[in-house]
Structure formats: structure tokens, C-alpha cells
């Protein structure tokens, strides 16, 4: 009879299942394990904005390709080079990046916004009505900023995308998130929300504010004033009462978001909701 194998003690230390549950990543991915990761992923967030003392949320969205004046004027002049070398499709590339640089007075607009918001409720290290985006570049980072150069605390909560999208410089460090599911993202956008300002953006934006909208209209969420900045963009991207002459919505649902179109204006209906 053959003599069994020595035993490998290094092996044995090395197998997959002798990891500890917690220290073995592999294990944590699997498909079965979803419902776990989305609870240690609310759970992560939600314990940590405990410990900042994170109390309330001003919620700012907005595209990421909104440009500060100086990088969409650049933007813009190299467009135009390309179209004055006949390139392939510069014309349409022209009109786009002269569009950008025409939305470049949103990311003034975005950081004036943070920086009001900050300066007027973060006192004596309270985080109430504390400025939140989803910690990317554009009008997340134009919010972001404003309450960075007003000495104050603001959150990002980044989420893990295909082009991996880097989280923003202004955020403080310690409330810069990063997510893996869209949903549970969400959630913490809105649980302590006070107020919502949808900047314009593309897909992700329409996403974010649509669902805040059908949460609102099916009381799912608490009463908070959803305000779209830039009427005459929102205006082109959804025509609300289109819906409601088709029946599609309630006369009564064009109530549950107002058109702003200045920081101060944004901030004064705020208050005001809040008074």
C-alpha cells in the first residue's frame, strides 16, 4: 500500500477556506452574498456619517460635463481648430463645445451655491444642511468646491463606473464615499435630505431626479423641496405639463418641483420651505 502523501502545513494555511470570513474577498463576491454587500454597504455610510455628526443634507446634482469657463472656452477654441483643418465631424464637435461653454455659468452657479449653503449652517463643527453630490467632476465638483473654500465639510458619494470616475479634490476625506450599487447610493442621497438642487445634467442627473420625483409623488420620502436650476434647459429636457395634459401625472404632481435660477434664489426657497 502507498505511503499517503506528507502533509503540507503551508498549504493547508494557504487553502481559500481557511481565510476568515471578514479577510476573504473572494468569498464576499459571490453572487449569493449580494444581499449581504448591500448591507454592509448602507451600513459602512450610514455609520460613518453617524461619527461625523452629519445630521442633514443639501443634495446638488448635476452633469459631469459641466465645464468651469476657462476649461470650456479651451475646449471650444481647440473645436474650432479642428474644424478649420476640415477633420472629420468638427462642425457637430463646434457646436457641442460651444453649447458647454454657454452652460459654463452653472458651475459658478453650483459652487456660489455650496459655498452660501456652508457658510450659513456649518458653525461651532455642526454638519446641518451639509452640501452632498455624487463626488465627481462638473457641477458635483463646482458644489463641492464652493463649500471647500467656505472652511466647511462636504460629502461625495462616488460610485464605482465602467470609464472609473475619480472622486473630486474638494470633498473632505473623511465623507468621500465610494459605492458599488446605484441603490443603495440613492438612499443615502435622500435620507436626510432637506432639499434637492438638480442642476443640468444628462442621463445620470435625469435618473436621480426622476426617482426623487416618483418617491415624492408616492410618499415614500419626506416632504423636501426639489428645485431644477435653469428653466429654460429644463424646460427642453422634460416638458412636465405635457404629462399632465396627457393625464400621464396630476395637475397636482407639477407641484412637487419649483424652477430656480439663481444661487440665492435656490437658498431663499430653501429657507423658506424650512421656516
Keep these: 500500500m502507498a ?12 487553502s481559500p477556506s481557511y481565510r476568515k470570513a471578514r479577510d476573504d474577498p473572494d468569498f464576499l463576491a459571490r453572487e449569493d452574498l449580494r444581499g449581504l454587500r448591500l448591507q454592509l454597504e448602507y451600513l459602512k455610510v450610514e455609520k460613518l456619517l453617524d461619527e ?5 443634507m443639501i443634495v446638488v446634482f448635476g452633469g459631469t460635463q459641466i465645464l468651469p469657463h476657462d476649461a470650456a472656452l479651451a475646449r471650444m477654441e481647440r473645436a474650432n481648430a479642428a474644424m478649420a483643418s476640415g477633420a472629420a465631424k468638427s462642425a457637430r464637435e463646434a457646436s457641442i463645445a460651444g453649447r458647454v461653454l454657454a452652460k459654463s455659468r452653472y458651475y459658478d452657479q453650483a459652487r456660489e451655491l455650496g459655498r452660501i449653503v456652508s457658510s450659513a449652517c456649518q458653525n461651532d463643527g455642526l454638519c446641518d444642511y451639509m452640501i452632498v453630490t455624487g463626488g465627481g467632476p462638473g457641477i458635483m465638483e463646482a458644489a463641492n468646491r464652493g463649500a471647500y473654500e467656505a472652511g ?31 441603490a443603495v447610493r440613492k438612499m443615502h442621497f435622500l435620507l ?36 431644477l436650476f435653469g428653466k429654460d434647459y429644463w424646460d427642453k429636457v422634460v416638458d412636465f405639463q405635457f404629462l399632465a395634459d396627457e393625464g400621464a401625472i396630476r395637475d397636482e404632481h407639477l407641484k412637487l418641483f419649483e424652477y430656480v435660477d439663481s444661487p440665492t434664489e435656490a437658498w431663499e426657497r ?4 424650512h421656516a
Excluded: W
Excluded at 505511503?3 to 494557504?14: G, N, Q, S, V
Excluded at 461625523?52 to 442633514?56: D, E, L, M, R, T
Excluded at 438638480?198 to 415624492?216: H, I, N, V, W, Y
Excluded at 430653501?270 to 420651505?273: K, L
Design 52 to 56: 461625523q455628526g452629519v445630521h442633514s
Design 192 to 227: 436626510r435630505a432637506k432639499a434637492l438642487v438638480c442642476f443640468p445634467g444628462g442621463l445620470g442627473t435625469l435618473d436621480e431626479l426622476l426617482d426623487a420625483l416618483t418617491l415624492r409623488q408616492t410618499n415614500k420620502m419626506q416632504n423636501i423641496p426639489i428645485l
Design 270 to 273: 430653501i429657507q423658506a420651505f
Design 152 to 182: 466647511a465639510k462636504s460629502a461625495g458619494f462616488n460610485i464605482t463606473l465602467p470609464d472609473e470616475q475619480l472622486p473630486n479634490p474638494y470633498i473632505t476625506p473623511e465623507l468621500c464615499f465610494q459605492f458599488h450599487y446605484f
Design 3 to 14: 505511503e499517503p502523501p506528507k502533509p503540507d502545513l503551508e498549504k493547508l494555511l494557504a
